[in-house]
């Protein structure tokens, strides 16, 4: 999947309220498991890095690491138009 379908993917679910809006939760990274990322849905491999986002309110969330970065890049873009 190339960035611009990610970048449109997340908006979608950010929309939809499938990816958080908020910068909310603790984040770390290690290497995959092969967990869907929750951007892309693909698998992140073990040879890739893997960042979880975890939520109080939710069982979390995994991105690869360029995911990672579009979530956060669309998440600021939502709330600096609701600022």
């Keep these: 999947m190339n960035e611009a379908t990610v970048h449109r993917a997340v908006r979608d679910k950010i929309a939809a309220g499938r990816l ?9 990274a290690t ?3 092969d967990q869907v990322c929750d951007a892309c ?9 893997m960042y979880k986002l ?14 990672f970065a579009i979530w956060r890049h669309e998440r600021n873009l939502v709330l600096s138009a609701r600022a």
Excluded: K, L, M
């Design 20 to 28: 958080p809006r908020d910068r909310t939760g603790a984040v770390s």
């Design 31 to 33: 290497y995959g498991t």
């Design 41 to 49: 849905s693909v698998p992140v491999s073990p040879e890739e890095v």
């Design 54 to 67: 975890a939520r109080a309110d939710s069982e979390g969330f995994v991105f690869h690491a360029t995911c």
